[in-house]
C-alpha cells in the first residue's frame, strides 16, 4: 500500500482497544494513509507529552484537552466514548453506605488527568460529604493489590478492571459511568485522539478519513488485528482482550457524533464548575 507524506509520530496505549483500532493503519493497510511511527505509551504518559507538545497524533484523556487544545485539535473519530463502561471505585470491604463511607478515607487513582478523576471528583462532590481524604496517584496495574492488601481505603480502576476486581476479593463501591449516564443521559468520554493543528486542515482531514477506514477493517476482519491485540496485550487473557474492545471500540469510535461532542463539552464544563479544569473556548472542539 502507498502512503503519503513523512510518517506522524504517534503515541497510543498498548490496550486492546487501541491496537485494534490502529491496527490496519499502522501496518499500512489503508491506501492513501499517511505512514505512522508508532510509540507505545499509558494514558498518564501521552498526557504529559501533550501538554509538552510532543508527538503530531496522541490517545490522551478527554480530560486533558483544555490544557492543549491551543495545540492540538480533537479529532472527531479513534477514541474511547461509550455507555455502560465507565471507572469503577474499589473497596476490600463490601460497603453499604455508599459514598459516605469514603469521606476523609484515602483513595488511589490511575493519574490526577484522566476523565476517570474528573468522574470522581464530580461523583464524591455529590455524595461523599466533607469530601474524601488523601488522594494517592499510582500505576494502574498496581491500584486492586493496594486496595486488596490494605494500603489505601479505596480505588479507582478503569478498563479491564471491570471485568477482573473480583478475582482480588474486592468489591464496587460506586460505578461512575452508571452516576455520569444517570445524571447527564450522554455517554462516557474517556480517550481522545488529538493532532497538531500545525499539520494543516488537509492532512488533519486526511488523518480523520484514515483512523475510520482502520476501525471499519477492524470491524469487517477482526482476525487481521488479532496478532498485534495480542502482542501488546500484556498477558491479558484473550476473553478479556475481547471484552476491551467490544466495550470501548463502538459507533463513537468511528464518529463522535452531536451525542459525543455533546458528552466532551457537559463533561469538560462540569469540571471547570467544579475548578478542576480550565474553561473550554466555543470553539475548542470544533475540526479541523
Same mark, same amino acid.
Given at each position: 500500500? $502507498?502512503? $503519503?507524506?513523512?510518517?506522524? !509520530?504517534?503515541?497510543?496505549?498498548?490496550?486492546?482497544?487501541?491496537?485494534?483500532?490502529?491496527d490496519?493503519l499502522?501496518?499500512?493497510?489503508?491506501?492513501?494513509?499517511?505512514?505512522?511511527?508508532? $510509540?507505545?505509551?499509558?494514558?498518564?504518559?501521552?498526557?504529559?507529552?501533550?501538554?509538552?507538545?510532543?508527538?503530531?497524533?496522541?490517545?490522551?484523556?478527554?480530560?486533558?484537552?483544555?490544557? &492543549?487544545?491551543?495545540?492540538?485539535?480533537?479529532?472527531?473519530? /479513534?477514541?474511547?466514548?461509550?455507555r455502560g463502561?465507565?471507572?469503577?471505585?474499589?473497596?476490600?470491604?463490601?460497603?453499604?453506605a455508599? /459514598?459516605?463511607?469514603?469521606?476523609? !478515607? $484515602? &483513595?488511589?487513582?490511575?493519574?490526577?488527568?484522566?476523565?476517570?478523576?474528573?468522574?470522581?471528583?464530580?461523583?464524591?462532590?455529590?455524595? &461523599?460529604?466533607?469530601?474524601?481524604?488523601?488522594?494517592?496517584?499510582?500505576?494502574?496495574?498496581?491500584?486492586?493489590?493496594?486496595v486488596?492488601?490494605?494500603?489505601?481505603?479505596?480505588?479507582?480502576?478503569?478498563?479491564? @478492571?471491570?471485568?477482573?476486581?473480583?478475582?482480588?476479593?474486592?468489591?464496587?463501591?460506586?460505578?461512575?459511568?452508571?452516576?455520569?449516564?444517570?445524571?447527564?443521559?450522554?455517554?462516557?468520554?474517556?480517550?481522545?485522539?488529538?493532532?497538531?493543528?500545525?499539520?494543516?486542515?488537509?492532512?488533519?482531514? !486526511?488523518?480523520?478519513?484514515?483512523?475510520?477506514a482502520?476501525?471499519?477493517?477492524?470491524?469487517?476482519?477482526?482476525?487481521?488485528? !488479532?496478532?498485534y491485540?495480542?502482542?501488546? @496485550?500484556?498477558?491479558?487473557?484473550? @476473553?478479556?482482550?475481547?471484552?476491551?474492545?467490544?466495550?470501548?471500540?463502538?459507533?463513537?469510535?468511528?464518529?463522535?457524533?452531536?451525542? /459525543?461532542?455533546?458528552?466532551?463539552?457537559?463533561?469538560?464544563?462540569?469540571?471547570?464548575?467544579?475548578?478542576?479544569?480550565?474553561?473550554?473556548?466555543?470553539?475548542?472542539l470544533?475540526?479541523?
Open positions: 500500500m $502507498t502512503t $503519503t507524506g513523512d510518517p506522524l !509520530r504517534i503515541a497510543y496505549s498498548p490496550c486492546p482497544n487501541d491496537t485494534f483500532v490502529f490496519a499502522a501496518h499500512g493497510r489503508i491506501p492513501g494513509a499517511p505512514a505512522l511511527d508508532v $510509540t507505545f505509551a499509558d494514558i498518564d504518559v501521552t498526557n504529559g507529552m501533550a501538554e509538552r507538545g510532543e508527538f503530531d497524533v496522541l490517545k490522551v484523556s478527554y480530560a486533558v484537552l483544555p490544557y &492543549v487544545l491551543g495545540e492540538y485539535a480533537l479529532l472527531p473519530c /479513534g477514541g474511547a466514548l461509550g463502561c465507565g471507572p469503577l471505585v474499589l473497596t476490600r470491604e463490601a460497603g453499604t455508599g /459514598g459516605a463511607g469514603l469521606a476523609g !478515607r $484515602t &483513595v488511589a487513582v490511575p493519574s490526577e488527568r484522566s476523565t476517570a478523576y474528573l468522574l470522581f471528583r464530580l461523583w464524591a462532590a455529590d455524595t &461523599v460529604p466533607g469530601g474524601v481524604g488523601e488522594i494517592v496517584v499510582m500505576p494502574f496495574h498496581e491500584i486492586m493489590p493496594a486488596r492488601d490494605g494500603k489505601v481505603d479505596a480505588g479507582l480502576v478503569i478498563h479491564e @478492571a471491570r471485568f477482573t476486581y473480583q478475582n482480588y476479593g474486592l468489591h464496587r463501591l460506586a460505578d461512575l459511568g452508571e452516576y455520569w449516564e444517570d445524571t447527564t443521559g450522554l455517554p462516557i468520554p474517556l480517550g481522545a485522539i488529538i493532532a497538531k493543528r500545525s499539520l494543516g486542515a488537509d492532512a488533519l482531514t !486526511r488523518l480523520a478519513d484514515a483512523v475510520r482502520s476501525v471499519r477493517a477492524a470491524w469487517d476482519d477482526p482476525a487481521a488485528s !488479532r496478532p491485540v495480542m502482542e501488546h @496485550a500484556q498477558e491479558m487473557d484473550p @476473553a478479556v482482550a475481547d471484552q476491551h474492545i467490544g466495550l470501548y471500540v463502538n459507533e463513537f469510535t468511528a464518529e463522535l457524533g452531536d451525542d /459525543g461532542h455533546a458528552a466532551v463539552r457537559g463533561l469538560l464544563t462540569r469540571a471547570a464548575a467544579e475548578g478542576l479544569v480550565p474553561p473550554l473556548g466555543p470553539d475548542a470544533d475540526f479541523p
